[in-house]
């Protein structure tokens, strides 16, 4: 839905300015932001996610955030990545991609880049144990070589990715296998890997966020690939330690559930709605104006102008306040 508030009055000053702010508070379109208003449709997720930080030992999960294009869902990523980065626990790690820039591999390098090169150091200087399932592995191989921490943190990182590694390398680290680890070997050995951090007080909680699951482009295969990766790490992790949240339209849910049928019931959906009216569209113009330190009269104004807000999009409601805020004004 496209609208537009009454404009102002012909002016070489601009209704932002005259807030005296040097830049537009409301975002361009299509941008997004860590701003997300609390909504009801949202409070089922944040339980599961609030459950599963309070407790070492909670149950992970495997959540769908579906909604149509606008509906703030990158925006509710983002707040709660930022809000988990805030907690400043150490042993906490959050990670957040957008579909449009994630690969099958580049599946594992998000994981791995989320864990952090520094945990992976950390735990090998205090010393990591794998589970037994992973003795006469390549990852126990390289764990028990020797070698520099940091080095070896390095190159961990780079193998458990996916990326090349070469012969002198591999020579070093005793390792077996060819020059690049295929996402089914690479997987269980992050999960070792995750296990052995979480032994070590270095890991307890990894929170992936997935976001626009829709915009995984390319052929069908490159497309069955990318899902077969996303079924391949539930499978392999079963719950454990990590919580996963996929964020897109439905059609990707439908298309993702259809490739792999195990996952329909593993897969706990939460539906972010349109706006329903003026008391969200005001709390959520609230939001931005309190980040400006704005004050909300000239919004007090606006709102008895205002038409009407059932079912618009989020993000065509923060067009219209941004294109309402750069108007010249008398």
Not at 56 to 66: C, D, F, P, R, T
Not at 305 to 312: A, D, N, T
Request: net charge neutral.
């Amino acid at each position: 839905m496209n609208f537009r508030f009454q404009s102002g009055k012909a002016s070489e000053v601009l209704r932002y300015s005259s807030w005296g702010l040097a830049t537009n508070p409301f975002p361009v379109a299509g941008q997004a932001t860590d701003i997300f208003v609390e909504r009801s449709d949202a409070a089922v997720l944040d339980r599961a996610l609030e459950n599963f930080l309070s407790d070492e030992n909670a149950i992970a999960g495997l959540w769908y955030l579906e909604g149509d294009a606008g509906t703030g869902k990158t925006n509710y990523l983002l707040s709660r990545k930022t809000r988990i980065d805030a907690a400043n626990k150490p042993s906490w790690a959050v990670g957040y991609v957008p579909g449009t820039q994630l690969t099958p591999r580049g599946l594992l390098g998000m994981i791995v880049s989320t864990i952090g090169e520094d945990r992976i150091r950390a735990g090998l200087t205090r010393g990591l144990v794998v589970d037994e399932a992973a003795n006469f592995t390549d990852l126990a191989r390289v764990l028990d070589a020797t070698g520099a921490p940091a080095e070896k943190a390095a190159f961990i990182a780079r193998w458990l990715s996916g990326h090349q590694t070469y012969a002198a390398e591999r020579a070093a680290y005793n390792i077996w296998d060819g020059e690049r680890l295929s996402p089914a070997v690479a997987l269980p050995y992050i999960r070792f890997l995750v296990a052995a951090l979480g032994r070590a007080g270095l890991l307890t909680h990894l929170i992936l966020f997935i976001d626009e699951l829709e915009n995984v482009g390319g052929p069908k295969d490159l497309q069955n690939e990318y899902f077969l990766a996303i079924k391949n790490l539930v499978n392999v992790f079963n719950f454990r330690q990590v919580f996963v949240v996929l964020a897109g339209l439905r059609e990707a849910r439908v298309r993702l559930e259809g490739s792999y049928s195990s996952l329909s019931s593993r897969l706990t959906t939460a539906r972010l709605r349109r706006l329903q009216g003026f008391p969200e569209a005001l709390a959520l113009a609230k939001v931005y104006c309190d980040k400006a330190t704005v004050d909300d009269t000239p919004l007090r104004l606006l709102f008895t102008k205002m038409p009407v807000l059932e079912g618009v999009r989020q993000r065509d409601f923060l067009a219209a306040l941004r294109a309402w805020a750069e108007e010249p004004v008398g």
